[in-house]
């Protein structure tokens, strides 16, 4: 119990200097709660307002991807370059040490395998789980145009409903199928669809022409997808194109661990996206740290 007696008289009140209303950084995202706010903090850094994401969540619909057969010996020497994880509970509680400091995106729509219909997913991750993993963000598959369209729309916007009571933000994760156009007019469908209907951020692929078109009309954050394996200097490339042309980072999965050198290509994509690094230069330093490796 403090002593009332011997409180000094406070006077610091500074009356000449108004209360500063920080503004917050992240496109669109103004008007949101402070927990969603400080969680979106954790994925993309205030400094240079862009992340990046390791995608190492392939295992939900592939089983063991090639370079994540081991998780423990190939991914965790990672961690320390991502901003954040995106990965599913399963490996986080089997794999990911507690102590981490990075942030945690959990996937949470699933029930297809690639042996069926990759649109038919459910959600498969309880809110409480969410909240007991202490996780920034929760990653739906939305298949605009696919044979399941409606169903994952409406697992996406059940997500930001109930994240909304909890403060957690939702990342939709446009999916394109095979036999559909990946172009700018596909993606700014779907990205428009995902953040009309309440998602909070975007995972989606950059395509060469008119990415500019596709970030400028989606009213919050995308992130650009890796997509398959490509070599080094072209994804280096592709993330820069990206955040050059509005893309506030990256969700890279085996352009990553899939690369000859993961820790070299990963500080490579860090040096991109939050230093503007030109493609030949992180290319240079990828080529640099792979050797002294
Ligand atoms: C599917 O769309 C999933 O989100 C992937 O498992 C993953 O995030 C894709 O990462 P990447 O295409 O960069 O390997």
């Not at 901003?83 to 995106?105: A, C, F, K, Y």
């Not at 000859?260 to 490579?268: E, F, G, L, Q, S």
């Amino acid at each position: 119990m403090p002593d009332a007696d011997g409180i000094k008289e406070a006077k610091l009140f500074y009356t000449d200097r108004p209360q500063q209303t920080e503004g917050f950084f992240l496109k669109g995202s103004g008007s949101l709660d402070w927990g969603i706010k400080n969680r979106l903090a954790r994925i993309f850094s205030p400094a240079s307002g862009r992340t990046v994401m390791l995608a190492i969540d392939h295992g939900y619909f592939q089983g063991p991807t090639t370079g994540l057969e081991r998780v423990d010996i190939n991914i965790l020497p990672l961690v320390p370059y991502a901003d954040t994880l995106m990965l599913t509970r399963g490996i986080l509680r089997t794999v990911v040490p507690p102590s981490t400091s990075r942030s945690i995106v959990l996937r949470v729509s699933g029930g297809a395998s690639i042996l069926k219909e990759l649109s038919n997913e459910d959600i498969a991750v309880d809110i409480e789980e969410s909240i007991r993993l202490n996780v920034c963000a929760m990653a739906v598959q939305v298949f605009i145009g696919g044979e399941y369209e409606k169903q994952s729309i409406i697992n996406m916007t059940r997500m930001v409903d109930i994240g909304n009571r909890y403060g957690i933000p939702t990342l939709a994760v446009t999916a394109v199928g095979k036999d559909m156009a990946r172009d700018a007019q596909y993606f700014r469908l779907a990205c428009r669809i995902c953040a009309e209907l309440g998602a909070h951020y975007i995972k989606t692929y950059y395509v060469e022409k008119d990415f500019e078109t596709v970030t400028a009309s989606c009213p919050v954050p995308i992130v650009m997808a890796g997509g398959k394996k490509i070599p080094e200097k072209e994804a280096l490339t592709m993330a820069y194109n990206a955040v050059q042309q509005g893309a506030s980072g990256v969700d890279m999965g085996r352009n990553i661990f899939q690369s000859d050198a993961p820790v070299a290509m990963i500080k490579a994509v860090r040096a991109v996206v939050h230093d503007n690094e030109t493609p030949a230069r992180a290319f240079d330093l990828y080529n640099t740290l792979k050797r002294e490796k």
